[in-house]
Structure formats: structure tokens, C-alpha cells
Nanobody, 122 residues
Framework: QVQLVESGGGSVQVGENLTLSCAAS????????MGWFRQAPGKEREFVAA????????YGAESVKGRFTISRDNFKNTIDLQMNNLKPEDSAVYYC???????????????WGQGTQVTVSS
């Protein structure tokens, strides 16, 4: 059973930055793509960004382009989400997911972490 563990969440002020990390306990054939999602209270979970396992390609939601960057840290063996210039509307529980190839298109996400809270205050 693959485990995904998120870290790095917290409470920040508007305009500040945070970096989230996702560590996987193992890699299986069902983990071609890694992604970040978020869910605010009363809203559906939404896609934020994704990256292929090798880190060769990245994809991001329009709402965060220019502010959020997804990357792979080969030293720490994590998938990181650098979030800059945070806004109150970025407040949510952020989840790490792992899925098959092109999961950001197909929605074929097979593994999920428990989530980490990000709160942005004005």
C-alpha cells in the first residue's frame, strides 16, 4: 500500500510564501504522475498542479499559474509545491495525489495523502 505524506502547511499572511512537500513510501506502476489538489470548506476538491514522475513535464491550473510551481526534489525524493504571493482564496486543505499517466486529464488518481492545511489571513 502506497502512502503519500504531505508536509509544510501552516498559517501565513497575505503575500507570503509556503512550500508544501509530498513524500511517497514507494513507487508503483500506478504512479506515473504526481499532483497537488486543494479543497476549501464547502467546495469540491480542485486540481492545482501536476508533474510527471521524472519531473520532465508539469501542468498547472490557470488560477495559480505564475504563483505556484510544482517540482521534484530528487535529493529529498519529494514532490514540492512552491506557493508564492498567497491570497486568502488559497486557504484550503492541500492534498497530494498519485496516478496513472496523464491523470491530470483523465482524473485517474489512485493514491491520496491525508492533506495539510494552508490558511492565508489578510
Amino acid at each position: 500500500q502506497v502512502q503519500l505524506v504531505e508536509s509544510g502547511g501552516g498559517s501565513v499572511q497575505v503575500g507570503e510564501n509556503l512550500t508544501l512537500s509530498c513524500a511517497a513510501s514507494a513507487r508503483t506502476f500506478t504512479m506515473d504522475e504526481m499532483g497537488w489538489f486543494r479543497q476549501a470548506p464547502g467546495k469540491e476538491r480542485e486540481f492545482v498542479a501536476a508533474i510527471t514522475w521524472t519531473g520532465a513535464s508539469t501542468y498547472g491550473a490557470e488560477s495559480v499559474k505564475g504563483r505556484f510551481t510544482i517540482s521534484r526534489d530528487n535529493f529529498k525524493n519529494t514532490i514540492d509545491l512552491q506557493m508564492n504571493n498567497l491570497k486568502p482564496e488559497d486557504s484550503a486543505v492541500y492534498y497530494c495525489g498519485a496516478g496513472r499517466e496523464s491523470a491530470h486529464i483523465t482524473g485517474n488518481w489512485l493514491h491520496w495523502g491525508q492533506g495539510t492545511q494552508v490558511t492565508v489571513s489578510s
